[in-house]
């Protein structure tokens, strides 16, 4: 007997004689870490997805400084009948800008009814409010109304679409960023503004979003995932476990030892660090799922042994015995492929990663210490397989006596999956994180590409040395890159200097037609522009189209319906049209929300292909290590990396793309489709030195493991298809990806493992 035998052996000869001792500690353990979940909080604010040194949210934030803040709430406005031009209509944008003053944090609320309309009359130029005390109007003033909003081109998809059925009330924010709710409470503020309206005005639909809405949706969606996602995960592997052990004492255990494990997770968390990203609502179900597989090996064996007549005590410790290892290298395996994470550029799956590799070092150490000691206290005895033990020896003979057919098979499967992997677009829309089940969601859709587009190309846009804000030539350039963008696909509406500029010129020249081009000199444009500035109203500044000092102007782009893909490619294209058709202005790239998370979901794929191949190679070291062999180490490797190869081709096929949260999935699973690989090829080694050639081998591991794997697979895929009827999208193609990787992974280990060893070691001989 080796040192590590004999080390192995006294250290299970401990734990089934110190039961109490391990149960006390445990507990004082659990109490300990369950104390740091008070201090746990949820941030919902976007920018935990991204590094603070992500060069893309650098670009952004400096672009905010120079304009205006992102952080926005909206009340949107919609004729149920007819369209908004009528007095009750006007009358209610009306009241709702006023309310939209008073909301926390507001500095800048844009409307139908406050926007700033110049017009000439009789050599005299004015600028008014375009809807002044609307109650009062009579049906031709409406018209007038009317008349001159739906000819406004700065109004137009900005605020109101074409038809004049709906409109928006824009509330610019500074929200403080050291309160973690803050944009819920805004949301919440509006929300009661809606809600008193909706009352007033029945004949209007009133909605609200903006990307406080957006945030506040997040923070629902997770809670609302936690509430019911966790117990349907429970229930899941509570019945799983019982229809494959057949113990409900056992099953029982299990339930007190995973959730011991979640309590220690989130607990160590609360207390070093206790703000979690979104990402982490969904931790708990992936944990659930994971720490039930070392349990069931361990408890699979144990009635085994039970049923054979050993006491209870000596089958824990045969139990141990025989799984000490496998359990200890799948759970290295699988941290491994979490901490892989580690390379993901974005900051909330570092953090998933991270706390599922600590949870799964806690459930590893419970199932070797807790886990026995519960056996030893509870009154259980043998149960009855729900799956007969001749069903894996009848599949044995047929997986060796169709050895050739099957790797043939699987394959030509593997083949015919793995060539639709470039299908996959990498494409990322925040929009599409959650399903239409939240109002905030519903309005989206309703008005991308009918009010706007929900995506946003910003552009800052500096003149050439020696040039100004007002030379024509900026201008000029600047209206030509403006119609440019107007005829490419998807594009809604723009904003720039150069149209405001162009419709100053044409009511300095008594609201001639011909007068509708950007002014013919450098003064007259600032002069322009002065009379337009001092014309507007406190709160209505300048800020959100130029710069403080004058040095730059805002060019604002919205595209309709557009991943991540399509918005850095459009911002491409308009590079190339400015560098061949603009030398009087500069331009970096296109920023904005949309932009920046189009960047992070690119990079993201790049950085976790490494963290994948650092995994793969990090599991092959292991796995060839333990298993003493460079040979078996090879052979892993296939059943290793098969299942999600397959599970992406198998989605490029179906769904053809890959976001930010997708991409994580490949170095997620890798460590746990390792567990299944270990454990067979463990018990088929063990026989193999004991001197059983191969097709005895694979018999006896499908007798000792069988059942195992296959009630862990289950409950696996069970426990991560649960994901798939959250309301959060992300959270429900991760738990989709997740679990047909794992089946496919069970297929591969059952009909291709078996066959691959009875041709590739037949002729070896153990000693």
């Not at 050291?178 to 008193?196: F, L």
């Not at 109002?439 to 706007?452: A, C, E, H, Q, S």
């Not at 794997?709 to 009827?725: H, K, N, P, Q, R």
Request: with cysteine; glycine share 6%.
């Amino acid at each position: 007997m080796s040192n590590k035998d004999i080390s192995i052996d006294r250290f299970i000869d401990w734990v089934v004689d110190h039961p109490k001792s391990i149960l006390t500690v445990t507990i004082l353990i659990v109490l300990t870490f369950a104390i740091g979940l008070k201090n746990l909080s949820i941030s919902n604010d976007f920018r935990v997805y991204l590094s603070k040194d992500n060069p893309q949210l650098l670009a952004f934030e400096s672009f905010e400084s120079n304009y205006v803040k992102s952080d926005s709430a909206t009340l949107v406005v919609t004729a149920k009948n007819g369209d908004l031009f009528n007095p009750k209509g006007l009358r209610l944008i009306e009241q709702l800008t006023e309310q939209a003053w008073l909301v926390d944090s507001a500095y800048r609320v844009s409307s139908l009814t406050n926007y700033q309309y110049s017009q000439s009359k009789q050599d005299e130029i004015t600028t008014d409010y375009l809807v002044e005390d609307a109650s009062q109007l009579s049906s031709q003033q409406v018209n007038a109304i009317r008349k001159i909003a739906l000819s406004e081109k700065r109004l137009v998809r900005s605020l109101i679409t074409k038809d004049g059925k709906l409109t928006v009330i824009a509330i610019n924010l500074r929200l403080d960023r050291k309160k973690a709710n803050a944009s819920i409470a805004i949301t919440e503020q509006i929300e009661t503004i809606r809600d008193k309206y909706r009352l007033l005005y029945p004949e209007f639909q009133i909605d609200n979003g903006g990307s406080t809405a957006f945030n506040a949706t997040l923070a629902r969606a997770i809670a609302q995932d936690l509430s019911t996602l966790m117990p349907l995960s429970y229930l899941i592997i509570f019945v799983g476990l019982f229809l494959f052990l057949r113990s409900l004492l056992g099953t029982g255990a299990i339930f007190i030892l995973i959730s011991a494990c979640l309590i220690c997770t989130f607990g160590f968390f609360g207390w070093v660090a206790p703000v979690l990203t979104p990402i982490a609502g969904f931790a708990p179900s992936i944990l659930l799922s994971i720490m039930v597989a070392d349990s069931v090996h361990v408890l699979v064996t144990y009635f085994h042994q039970i049923n054979l007549g050993e006491s209870k005590k000596l089958a824990i410790a045969t139990s141990l015995k025989l799984n000490f290892m496998p359990i200890l290298v799948t759970s290295i395996t699988t941290v491994i492929g979490f901490l892989s994470l580690n390379f993901s550029t974005s900051p909330p799956y570092r953090d998933l990663g991270n706390m599922v590799a600590f949870g799964v070092l806690i459930a590893l150490l419970f199932s070797l210490f807790f886990l026995p000691t519960l056996m030893l206290m509870m009154p259980i005895k043998g149960t009855r397989r729900a799956v007969n033990q001749h069903l894996f020896e009848r599949f044995s003979n047929f997986v060796i006596g169709k050895k050739f057919q099957l790797i043939l098979l699987v394959s030509l499967a593997v083949i015919g999956l793995t060539v639709f992997i470039p299908n996959n677009k990498i494409s990322d829309n925040w929009s599409n994180y959650f399903d239409d089940s939240f109002p905030m969601i519903k309005l989206v859709n309703r008005i991308d590409g009918y009010l706007t587009g929900v995506n946003t190309l910003e552009y800052s846009l500096t003149p050439t040395i020696g040039q100004s804000i007002f030379d024509p030539e900026y201008l000029s350039q600047m209206d030509q890159f403006e119609q440019w963008y107007l005829v490419q696909e998807k594009i809604m509406n723009v904003k720039s200097l150069s149209r405001l500029m162009k419709d100053l010129n044409q009511v300095m020249h008594n609201d001639d037609p011909v007068w509708y081009r950007v002014p013919e000199s450098n003064e007259l444009a600032a002069q322009y522009l002065l009379f337009h500035e001092f014309g507007l109203p406190e709160g209505m500044g300048l800020n959100n189209l130029v710069t403080i000092h004058k040095t730059a102007s805002r060019f604002s782009v919205s595209m309709t319906n557009a991943g991540s893909d399509e918005l850095l490619a459009m911002d491409n294209k308009a590079q190339a049209w400015l560098k061949q058709n603009a030398p009087a202005i500069n331009a970096d790239p296109a920023t904005g929300l949309g932009v920046v998370f189009a960047h992070i979901a690119q990079r993201n794929i790049t950085s976790l292909l490494m963290g994948t191949l650092f995994a793969l190679v990090g599991i092959s070291i292991v796995l060839m290590l333990v298993l003493k062999s460079f040979k078996y180490g090879l052979i892993s490797l296939i059943p290793n990396i098969i299942p999600a190869a397959m599970a992406y081709g198998l989605w490029g096929l179906t769904f053809g793309y890959v976001d930010i949260s997708l991409s994580i999935v490949a170095c997620s699973t890798l460590g746990i489709v390792v567990d299944d690989t270990v454990h067979f090829l463990h018990k088929y080694i063990r026989a193999r030195k004991s001197g059983k050639d191969a097709v005895e081998s694979v018999r006896e591991s499908f007798s000792r493991v069988g059942i195992a794997l296959l009630t862990t697979s289950v409950v696996l895929a069970s426990g991560f298809m649960i994901l798939s009827v959250s309301h959060m999208n992300t959270s429900a193609t991760i738990g989709i990806l997740m679990a047909v990787t794992l089946i496919f992974a069970l297929i591969v280990d059952f009909l291709l493992l078996p066959p691959l060893l009875l041709y590739l070691d037949k002729d070896k001989v153990y000693r």
